[in-house]
């Protein structure tokens, strides 16, 4: 057979790695290198030339997006499906193992995945059932230090501590692990450590994998943690083989956890592995190219690398200044629409920023303009209200002692449960050791409630039931639309009448779409519900209902990593935003943005922009900021300035209730816009950014580049009106 189209499209190094023999390896190279595309190819060539069975390999990426591009890559490789092969985030692949071996797990066969926001909550309640004052133990640095610790792969029971403050950490821990335990949930942490423990405690389960995977494949290997790394430690055994593909300039995750030295790690552990290094990078303009590598070479410990590219030069890098965020996804939306009448992809620009609430603001410019787009991650499908309600119903019906599943239902739609009654079944379950749903259920039989109150907790123990029966044999999408009607969630937003309701509504009837369309593998004897939960709490995004429609993509720089687009913006390029305000005091975090910075702009073929507001409302405050200094970092001939062209209009949302059209009138008189730019006697440089009042009074506010934001009275402050 001819194999030689699997070389085909790879230069040299890159043939190399794809077509070595029986090996570990380490391809260790620079952004845009083609380190995913000798991936594939690998995994097409173990399966096409070396005959190894595609259940035989496993190939570890880190999102569900990436893992579905791999495999749709590898299958048009090859000309068949491989369904059977094992390709997925380490998440995934964890869950996969322990729903395998759920008793050896020592988990109920229908344990739960617990998301983020589901574990917080549950924090919160434990952190309340153990009389702790919530304020000063907040939920998230205990979901941190939980996490961080199970990252490290410790139990509560491995934990010594002399530190009072750790000390309760600790006990929250042990307390909340309980809880998880009793109602058969996991956290995303969990999945990983328990599957570590699964492999490194049983024998056979690790013996039957590890003859299993003769190759296992990591994308993306310089955000792996300690658990992650001890997992392919585990399922390589003595003989099996492992090629990881990494690049330390684009570790993003080290704040989660994550060890770049796992690098080096597995050169020391894997001492016969071949190195191959790539580096001339097919994806970005060689304008892009040498900014990326400006802005990197500022970083200290780099294991170092030479890219370089017989790309065109292309455009300069755009670099916009807008006076606040409201300009800036103006002039982003302006520049879309641009791209769009010249016969651009909407799908080919990607809008990328440091935080999730920066998306806000653009999205509204882009619904203003009816520019379609897709979010990922933030605003996942599964993560909206109503659908994690109605998944909540789904997950009280397949397994009553899912607490979590539980507090979110038992009220919702309210039926009179309060939250009185609430805290005397959390007391219950608490004084013995058991569930709500089991401490509900005693209540209700022993009379231990007043009369509406046990009436009220019985009908909804008896809905739960009998939802259990009328969905018994059912296909999903039945069991679905029958919970939604059922548990009268689907009434309660009809009922309401808003556009944001209405929207509710829209997403049920799309999550009743997406079980229609969800296809169940089958596998490890799970039902279709329990993968379609698993499928919800693990996919990010890749649910939304325009998936398929041209539309702009909008991410955080995190969730960019490994993609490409023709056309990127980089929103919000601030000091304090990015790099964020936690990172400016710490050099470690610093670099670390700064690769976050190197990831967003390797992510550009064609075109950069980047942009910054010199003022900005974020979390319901304004701030102040100077231009991002990864600007500065950036070779000035790279670079064309593009400055506000045109003086525009007060933004509604900024007007505040000082305005009148007078006194606009008079600000007009001034001379001075918003936005333009001013020199104050005393404190330098600045931009107008608002004002009040009229005649003689009207005050003028400036956000001065060094003195910061002041309000000065016009007919005193002597401003000269600079550009
Ligand atoms: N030898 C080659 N010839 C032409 N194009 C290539 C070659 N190798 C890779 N490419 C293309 O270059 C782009 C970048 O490749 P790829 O995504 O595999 O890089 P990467 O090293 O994984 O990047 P990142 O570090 O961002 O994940 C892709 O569009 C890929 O198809
Ligand atoms: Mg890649």
């Known amino acids: 057979m001819d194999v030689s189209y699997l070389l085909d499209g790879l230069n040299e190094r890159q043939r190399a790695a794809v077509s070595a023999g029986e090996q570990d390896m380490l391809v260790l190279a620079g952004a845009g290198s083609g380190k995913t595309r000798v991936l594939v190819h690998r995994i097409a060539w173990l399966i096409q030339v070396m005959n190894y069975s595609p259940f035989s390999v496993l190939a570890v990426t880190f999102t569900n997006k990436a893992a579905a591009e791999m495999r749709g890559r590898v299958e048009k490789l090859l000309g068949r499906d491989v369904q059977r092969m094992w390709i997925g985030t380490f998440h995934g692949l964890a869950h996969r193992l322990l729903r395998a071996h759920y008793q050896d797990a020592g988990l109920p066969q229908n344990f739960q995945i617990l998301d983020s926001d589901d574990q917080l909550r549950l924090l919160k309640r434990t952190i309340k ?71 490194r405690d049983n024998k ?32 390589a055994g003595a003989d099996n083989h492992v090629a990881i593909v990494g690049d330390d300039d684009q570790s993003i995750y080290g704040w989660r956890g994550a060890q770049v030295e796992n690098l080096q790690h597995f050169l020391r552990d894997f001492p016969r592995a071949d190195t191959i290094r790539l580096e001339q990078n097919y994806r970005s303009t060689s304008t892009i190219l040498k900014a990326a590598n400006q802005v990197i070479a500022n970083n200290s410990d780099r294991l170092g690398k030479d890219l370089w590219t017989e790309g065109t030069e292309g455009e300069p890098i755009t670099l916009y200044s807008a006076f606040n965020e409201q300009e800036e996804a103006r002039y ?27 998306s806000r603001v653009l999205e509204e410019s882009l619904l203003y303009a009816s520019l379609p787009y897709r979010i990922y991650g933030g605003l996942r499908f599964f993560d909206r209200q109503e659908v994690k309600d109605a998944v909540a119903y789904l997950r009280l ?90 548990s009268g969630l689907l009434a309660m937003y009809q009922a309401e009448q808003s556009d944001k309701a209405e929207t509710r509504v829209e997403n049920l009837q799309e999550l009743v779409s997406a079980t229609e369309s969800f296809m169940p593998s089958g596998e490890e004897d799970m039902t279709p519900l329990a993968e379609f939960l698993a499928h919800a ?142 020199l104050h006697q005393s404190f330098g440089e600045g931009t107008v950014l608002n004002y009040e009042g009229t005649g003689p009074q009207s005050r003028i506010q400036v956000n001065f580049d060094d003195a910061g934001s002041k309000w000065l009275v016009v007919a005193y402050a002597k401003l000269t009106p600079l550009r």
């Open 537 to 678: 709490a693990l996919e990010a995004g890749d649910e939304q209902a325009d998936a398929y429609q041209d539309a702009v993509q909008l991410m955080t720089l995190h969730s960019a990593k490994g993609l490409e687009f023709p056309l990127v913006f980089m929103t919000g390029m601030e000091e304090g935003t990015f790099p964020s305000q936690m990172s400016s005091g710490e050099p470690g975090r610093l670099e670390e943005e700064r690769r976050l910075c190197y990831v967003g702009m390797t992510r550009a073929m064609e075109k950069l922009v980047m942009s910054y507001a010199e003022s900005r409302r974020l979390y319901g405050q304004e701030n102040f900021h100077r231009p991002s200094r990864f600007i500065a970092e950036i070779p000035s001939e790279l670079i064309t300035e593009v400055r506000v062209q045109t003086r525009i209009e007060q933004p509604a949302a900024r007007r505040s209730r000082f305005h009148t059209s007078a006194s606009h009138e008079a600000f007009s008189e001034t001379g001075f816009q918003l936005g333009q730019r001013v």
């Open 332 to 358: 982003i939306v302006a520049q879309i629409k641009q791209w769009q009448d010249q016969g651009g992809a909407l799908s080919d620009v990607a809008l990328l920023y440091r935080n999730n609430a920066q």
């Open 397 to 486: 019906v397949s397994n009553r002692q899912d607490d979590a599943a539980f507090e979110r239902v038992v009220n919702t739609p309210s039926r009179g449960i309060g939250e009185r009654t609430l805290s005397l079944v959390r007391e219950l379950a608490r004084n013995e050791q058991t569930t709500m749903w089991n401490a509900a259920r005693k209540m209700v039989n022993e009379s231990m409630l007043s009369g509406r109150a046990r009436n009220a907790v019985a009908s909804f123990l008896d809905l739960i039931a009998q939802l259990e029966v009328e969905c018994a044999d059912q296909p999903l999408s039945k069991q679905t639309d029958r919970v939604l009607k059922g």
């Open 204 to 235: 056979h389960v690790r013996e039957h994998y590890q003859k299993r995977f003769r190759h296992i494949l990591v994308d993306e290997f310089q955000d792996t943690n300690q658990i992650q790394y001890a997992w392919v430690r585990l399922l």
């Open 129 to 199: 059932a153990l009389n702790l004052d919530e304020k000063q133990w907040p939920a998230k640095q205990a979901g941190w230090y939980i996490n961080g610790k199970k990252d490290d792969g410790l139990r509560p029971q491995h934990i010594e501590t002399w530190d009072p403050a750790e000390k309760t950490f600790l006990q929250i821990y042990q307390a909340y692990q309980e809880a998880c335990d009793r109602s058969g949930l996991v956290d995303f942490a969990e999945l990983l450590l328990r599957a570590h423990e699964l492999l």
